[in-house]
């Protein structure tokens, strides 16, 4: 069993920047795919970035340039990083961890990640 906390959300202005972190806990770790989905009520679940084990980085079109991900598979820790933000960023942002044979891919839907955690709000204001 794997389990994620994250943290880091709040309430920040327009234009302004917010670090999220997430650890993830369990059996397992190595071969894990991250990723950073975020909602808003009535609202699908959109896929934000994702980081496979190797590092190979997928991002949604518009957060490029703005918004990073990295992680630490020492601390086994993923943080997005998100500058310049707008309101369109404002929703509960999930991290996600899944398992694949290919430690290159990051998957995008949320049916290819196995384990999330319960979400941090994240609310700008203008």
């Known amino acids: 069993q794997v389990q994620l906390v994250e943290s880091g959300g709040g309430l920040v202005q327009a234009g302004g920047s917010l670090r999220l972190s997430c650890v993830v806990s369990?059996?397992?770790?190595?071969?894990?795919?991250l990723g950073w989905f975020r909602q808003t009520p009535g609202k699908e679940r959109e896929f934000v970035v994702g980081?496979?084990?190797?590092?190979?980085?997928r991002y949604l079109d518009s957060v490029k340039g703005r918004f990073t991900i990295s992680r630490d598979n020492t601390k086994r820790m993923v943080y997005l990083r998100m500058n310049s933000l707008t309101q369109e960023a404002a929703a509960d942002y999930c991290c996600?961890?899944?398992?694949?044979?290919?430690?290159?891919?990051?998957?995008?839907?949320?049916?290819?990640?196995?384990?999330w955690g319960q979400g941090t709000q994240v609310t700008v204001s203008s």
């Open positions: 996600a961890a899944g398992s694949s044979p290919d430690w290159y891919c990051v998957p995008r839907e949320h049916r290819e990640y196995d384990y």
């Open positions: 980081i496979s084990w190797s590092g190979n980085t």
């Open positions: 369990g059996s397992t770790f190595t071969g894990y795919a």
